[in-house]
């Protein structure tokens, strides 16, 4: 939808608009469908592969349970990535991730394709002799880390304190979201 969305506003990137998957609860869920195609899970793999080769960030619905779809998409099309860049919305009150990237300043050979071509959130800059994860807007994709061709960059977990554990399903996220923005949640009211 974002890219859709972004190419018919005329905003639309390069990058791939097939990118987004939908997973059915149940065989055959999405046959019948009009906004999509049933796929294989070889062409859903493939799908995915060419995400990352594109510099694209996986999300999926940050619950325990209830994984409905995964999400390939840039930060110049999705909603939830723009939000971060255009609105300077923190990476945390959108995106929920225990890790964040660190780079070796000593290792780092300063090609720049960790901020040119994959960070989707601007969360790497320069600084004086390498480059720098400015930790509170990574939101711990790891794009960066997939192609830096000198090894320099990794993933680290947070600290526990600073750790979240995901809401268990759909239901417990609504409620959390509901809470966050003060409102009670009833199913049924």
Not at 105 to 129: F, L
Not at 159 to 165: F, H, K, R, V
């Amino acid at each position: 939808m974002c890219k859709k969305e972004a190419h018919i506003l005329g905003n639309g990137c390069n990058k791939p608009r097939e990118s987004c998957l939908g997973i059915a609860p149940v065989p055959d869920g999405f046959k019948d469908s009009n906004w999509g195609r049933p796929i294989s899970k070889k062409e859903a793999y493939e799908i995915i592969e060419k995400a990352e080769a594109f510099g694209l960030v996986h999300m999926i619905y940050n619950s325990q349970q209830d994984h409905y779809f995964i999400c390939n998409c840039c930060g110049c099309c999705c909603n939830v990535l723009r939000g971060i860049n255009k609105l300077n919305i923190p990476a945390g009150w959108v995106v929920s991730s225990n890790y964040y990237a660190a780079i070796d300043m000593a290792e780092c050979s300063e090609c720049g394709i960790c901020t040119d071509e994959r960070c989707q959130v601007a969360a790497i800059e320069k600084d004086h002799e390498a480059y720098r994860v400015v930790v509170e807007k990574c939101i711990g994709c790891g794009l960066c880390v997939t192609t830096c061709p000198s090894d320099a960059i990794c993933l680290v977990r947070k600290n526990e304190t600073d750790c979240e554990i995901p809401p268990k399903d759909e239901e417990e996220w609504f409620k959390m979201r509901g809470v966050n923005r003060g409102v009670e949640f009833s199913r049924y009211t």
